[in-house]
C-alpha cells in the first residue's frame, strides 16, 4: 500500500516539474526572450561584430566634451548605467530587445537635453540614428536565427525611423546643414 502511494506521489511530482518547466520555456519565448542558443547564434556585446553583423554598441561620443552641471552629470551618468547594465542583460539573454531599446532611447533622449550647441546636437542626433540602425540590423539577425518576434523588429525599425526624422527636423532648423540622402530600404 505504501509504495502505491509512494509511487502515485513521486509520477504526480514528476508530471508537475515536467509541465512547469515547459510553461515557462514557452512563456519565456512568448515573452521574447532569447532561447540558450550556440554562441554564434547569442547578442553580440557592443566590442564585437558577430557574422557580419554590426553590434549593438553605444551611441559615439562627442569629440569635444560638454560642460554639464554636477546634477546633469549625475542624471547622464545614472541613465548610462541603466541602458549599460539592460544592455548586458540583453547580451546574456535574461532581458528582451524591447526592454533595451526603451533604456536606450531614454539614456539618447537624456544625452541629448545636455547638448549645448547645434554641433553637440547634430553629433548627438546623427550617433542616435547610427545606433538605432546598427540595433535594427542585430534585430533583423535574430529574428533570423529565430530568437525574437516580428514584432521586435518592427519595434526596433520603428525607433530607427523616429532617429532619423528628429535628425531631419533638427537639421531643418539650423542653417548651411546638407538634406539627409534617403535611400530605399534603410
Known amino acids: 500500500m505504501f509504495w502505491s502511494k509512494f509511487k502515485l506521489v513521486t509520477t504526480f511530482a514528476l508530471c508537475?516539474?515536467?509541465?512547469?518547466?515547459?510553461?515557462?520555456?514557452?512563456?519565456?519565448?512568448?515573452?521574447?526572450?532569447?532561447?540558450?542558443?550556440?554562441?554564434?547564434?547569442?547578442?553580440?556585446?557592443?566590442?564585437?561584430?558577430?557574422?557580419?553583423?554590426?553590434?549593438?554598441?553605444?551611441?559615439?561620443?562627442?569629440?569635444?566634451?560638454?560642460?554639464?552641471?554636477?546634477n546633469e552629470q549625475a542624471r547622464l551618468d545614472v541613465a548610462k548605467k541603466i541602458r549599460d547594465g539592460m544592455h548586458k542583460r540583453y547580451v546574456e539573454g535574461e532581458t528582451d530587445l524591447i526592454s533595451y531599446l526603451r533604456w536606450q532611447k531614454r539614456y539618447d533622449d537624456i544625452a541629448g537635453e545636455m547638448a549645448k550647441s547645434d554641433a553637440d546636437r547634430l553629433r548627438h542626433y546623427e550617433s542616435q540614428v547610427a545606433t538605432m540602425k546598427q540595433i535594427e540590423q542585430r534585430s533583423r539577425e535574430l529574428y533570423r536565427n529565430g530568437m525574437i518576434t516580428g514584432t521586435d523588429v518592427l519595434v526596433a525599425e520603428l525607433e530607427r525611423l523616429e532617429a532619423e526624422i528628429a535628425l531631419e527636423r533638427f537639421k531643418a532648423t539650423i542653417k548651411n546643414v546638407p538634406a539627409p540622402n534617403h535611400k530605399s530600404g534603410q
Open 16 to 70: 508537475s516539474v515536467v509541465l512547469l518547466t515547459g510553461s515557462a520555456f514557452i512563456a519565456r519565448r512568448a515573452l521574447g526572450f532569447a532561447q540558450s542558443q550556440p554562441e554564434a547564434a547569442k547578442p553580440q556585446s557592443k566590442s564585437s561584430g558577430g557574422q557580419g553583423g554590426a553590434p549593438i554598441g553605444s551611441p559615439a561620443a562627442p569629440s569635444e566634451p560638454i560642460n554639464l552641471t554636477a
